[in-house]
T-cell receptor, first 112, second 116 residues
Framework: GEDVEQSLFLSVREGDSSVINCTYT??????LYWYKQEPGAGLQLLTY?????DMKQDQRLTVLLNKKDKHLSLRIADTQTGDSAIYFC????????????FGTGTRLKVLA | NAGVTQTPKFRVLKTGQSMTLLCAQD?????MYWYRQDPGMGLRLIHY???????AKGEVPDGYNVSRLKKQNFLLGLESAAPSQTSVYFC???????????????FGPGTRLTVL
């Protein structure tokens, strides 16, 4: 199967860390991504990780990849109200194909 | 650079009516995609195109047709709209995915379609 699963909602207090989780089923995925969708807008690439990496850090964002368990997570440190959005994880296959599989999306609500 | 634009932003149709959604990109991308977004279901691929004059079916193609007559434009048509097609439609574009390289999709702002 090619399902990418995420929990639908997450609520955190401003200043806390947020952790958004994702599980995928296809071990041939080469890159895994996190996209952010702000209200009324399209998706924008937030960060990505190559499948042979375990971790990637980019300022307040930390991506962890556990290939054995097919689990991907996005940690946002010091969460701000501007981080309120829907976060999608996604995977792509080896080159030569178009396929880009998106998860169901997690709606993050940041409480002031 | 406008990126990816979509026309219209909102539309209300009656069952059985037809319409065309227009997507345009100015990044010279070969690949273009149409998705629909429904609550709790994420993004589902309707049709895609890997180049001018070519189109292919995605995950949920029934009830939709597409055309890519020019590289920068990708049109999505609904011949006879049904309430089940009420959704938010997103167009995206990208370069082809190359070996060893990540592949970013660039999205338009979406079209909110309601079919009564």
């Amino acid at each position: 199967g090619e399902d990418v699963e995420q929990s639908l909602f997450l609520s955190v207090r401003e200043g806390d860390s947020s952790v958004i989780n994702c599980t995928y089923t296809d071990s041939s995925s080469t890159y895994l991504y996190w996209y952010k969708q702000e209200p009324g807008a399209g998706l924008q690439l937030l960060t990505y990780i190559f499948s042979n990496m375990d971790m990637k850090q980019d300022q307040r964002l930390t991506v962890l990849l556990n290939k054995k368990d097919k689990h991907l997570s996005l940690r946002i440190a010091d969460t701000q109200t501007g981080d309120s959005a829907i976060y999608f994880c996604a995977e792509t296959k080896p080159s030569g194909t178009y396929k880009y599989i998106f998860g169901t999306g997690t709606r993050l609500k940041v409480l002031a | 650079n406008a990126g990816v634009t979509q026309t219209p932003k909102f539309r209300v149709l009656k069952t059985g009516q037809s319409m065309t959604l227009l997507c345009a990109q100015d990044m010279n991308h070969e690949y273009m995609y149409w998705y629909r977004q429904d609550p709790g279901m994420g993004l589902r691929l309707i049709h895609y195109s890997v180049g001018e004059g070519t189109t292919a079916k995605g995950e949920v193609p029934d009830g939709y047709n597409v055309s890519r007559l020019k590289k920068q434009n990708f049109l999505l048509g609904l011949e006879s709209a049904a309430p089940s097609q009420t959704s938010v439609y997103f167009c995206a574009s990208s370069y082809p995915q190359l070996a060893g390289s990540y592949n970013e999709q660039f999205f338009g702002p979406g079209t909110r379609l309601t079919v009564l």
